[in-house]
């Protein structure tokens, strides 16, 4: 348990790290992650609501680990930014898979471990 919190809260930091990245450079996100999208600034704001708003909630669970509202509610986090970047690849052909292979490294071990433990609640 003791190491997913670790895990918890280096995917938190990273997710706040990225997001002032997406804010202080807007046009970043389109040089790796959406190279074929129009570049505007309020996607790139849209992006950094997205991951300040995740990274807080990971962080908090990483630090509370026995709410399991919380628990659920990042896990869902994990799910719902998956299931996007399988969408935004396979239908919208927006990115490629060289692109997504960061949120698929991070995100499907920490929805297989979660789940597990959500498993035995």
């Not at 790139?44 to 669970?61: D, H, N, V, Y």
């Not at 709410?67 to 896990?75: Q, Y």
């Not at 919208?92 to 060289?98: D, P, S």
């Amino acid at each position: 348990m003791q190491l997913l919190q670790y895990w918890l809260f280096f995917i938190g930091c990273f997710r706040l790290m990225c997001s002032f990245k997406f804010l202080i450079n807007p046009v970043s996100i389109f040089s790796f992650a959406y190279p074929n999208v129009k570049k505007e600034g309020l996607f790139s704001r849209i992006a950094f609501l997205w991951f300040f708003t995740t990274g807080s909630m990971t962080l908090a669970c990483s630090l509370d680990f026995e709410n399991k509202t919380l628990f659920f509610l990042t896990w869902m986090t994990f799910v719902y930014g998956l299931g996007h970047h399988v969408v935004e690849y396979l239908y919208f052909r927006t990115t490629e898979i060289k692109n997504n292979l960061i949120q698929f490294s991070l995100a499907f071990p920490s929805i297989i471990i979660m789940a597990s433990i959500m498993a035995t609640w």
